[in-house]
């Protein structure tokens, strides 16, 4: 299959995990450029991956030889880009959140729509080997019929202020709804469908954080807390299943935990946020069991959203990780916050269908 020119804009942190499986991983992506406002961070990441070419966002964008756009700017910065990757007439693939509001959603997937391009967007942890083998314990009739789940993220937060900028993760879109629960709303529209409706509540401990660690170079500091730093929802899924999500920021440490409940059994799963992990199932008979990967992608596989995306482009089918499903998430994610200001239930009205499944039996790392 022809291979996909891709560039990738945005070269922080994340880009390394992205950088480093699609130039080794993918053989049907050939990361051609990547650009930053900071233009020694591309020629870092340039010469650290042996990509051919570091330059600016317009230059990458001008460029007619790469077909898809990966977007690994600040959240806040997200929807701009996505626009003007689609106005450039590329394929976009964003880093999640997708949008931090619907109307920004709506735009980029109407601009798509028009031009006839795709959108995806991360997460794409669901393609790993822990949740694809879940899927098929579930589909394949271990656990019965599922009825509800349970998911808990919690974590701490930066307030040790050892990054100078430490204050942008008390902030809207990196908060613990908008940074860490994609992970897990993915995860349950992967194993369980798309979702009816929502209710929950979203609140802080505190206000503001006074950095009180003496070795940060910001010691002294008082800063405003500008999102929910603690979030608890149920979800009503189309099937009729239920499920309830605790994702906080206020704790220590990190503790994550999904379940599947079903007539039959509980299938614990592998944490959403990574692409392996133990998987158990308990059982009727008091039994406990494990089981193997089903499927590959045990290792850190980011960017293996982008790898499906550009397989579907080439053969027409539709790709996995899209932005109706990210959109779907979002619509989740803003009904949380609508039902702890208003105190009802929210209808889901961003409709996605549940990805399908990973086939058994791909070679090592291709996806058709």
């Avoid at 001008?62 to 077909?67: F, G, L, M, N, R």
């Avoid at 993220?153 to 879109?173: K, T, V």
């Avoid at 954080?209 to 940060?216: D, E, G, K, M, Q």
């Avoid at 906080?248 to 392996?276: C, Q, W």
């Amino acid at each position: 299959m022809q291979k996909m020119k891709i560039g990738i804009i945005g070269c922080g942190m994340i880009s390394g995990i992205y950088l480093e499986n699609c130039t080794k991983s993918f053989a049907i992506l050939e990361v051609v450029a990547v650009a930053d406002l900071v233009i020694d961070l591309a020629k870092k990441r340039a010469e650290e991956f042996g990509i051919p070419k570091a330059c600016t966002p317009e230059e990458l964008l001008a460029d007619p030889e790469i077909e898809l756009v990966v977007n690994l700017t600040a959240p806040q910065a997200h929807t701009e880009v996505n626009l003007q990757i689609l106005q450039a007439g590329k394929h976009v693939y964003a880093e999640k959140p997708f949008a931090l509001n619907r109307a920004d959603a709506d735009r980029v997937l109407a601009l798509a729509k028009e031009k006839g391009l795709r959108v995806g967007s991360a997460p794409d942890t669901f393609f790993g080997a822990g949740l694809q083998t879940s899927r098929k314990i579930i589909e394949d009739g271990w656990i019965g019929t599922p009825y509800a789940a349970s998911g808990l993220i919690l974590m701490g937060n930066s307030f040790d202020a050892m990054r100078p900028n430490f204050d942008n993760f008390l902030q809207f879109g990196w908060d613990p709804l908008f940074d860490m629960a994609p992970y897990y709303l993915t995860a349950f529209i992967h194993l369980l469908g798309p979702v009816r409706s929502v209710s929950g509540s979203a609140g802080n401990v505190r206000t503001e954080h006074t950095v009180t660690n003496p070795f940060s170079p910001r010691y002294g500091d008082t800063v405003p807390i500008g999102a929910p730093l603690h979030v608890t929802a149920m979800l009503e899924f189309e099937n009729g299943a239920t499920a309830s999500l605790q994702a906080a920021k206020e704790s220590f440490g990190y503790t994550p935990r999904l379940e599947i409940y079903g007539t039959e059994g509980i299938l614990h799963v592998p944490d959403p946020n990574m692409f392996d992990g133990a998987i158990t199932l308990q059982q009727r008979n008091g039994q406990t069991q494990s089981f193997p990967y089903s499927h590959d992608f045990a290792k850190n596989s980011r960017g293996v959203g982008i790898a499906d995306m550009a397989y579907a482009i080439r053969s027409g089918r539709q790709h996995r990780a899209s932005g109706e499903l990210a959109s779907h998430v979002l619509d989740i994610q803003l009904g949380i916050l609508a039902s702890s200001q208003e105190g009802r239930h929210i209808p889901i009205e961003a409709s996605c269908e549940q990805p399908a499944a990973l086939p058994l039996g791909l070679k090592y790392n291709a996806l058709d």
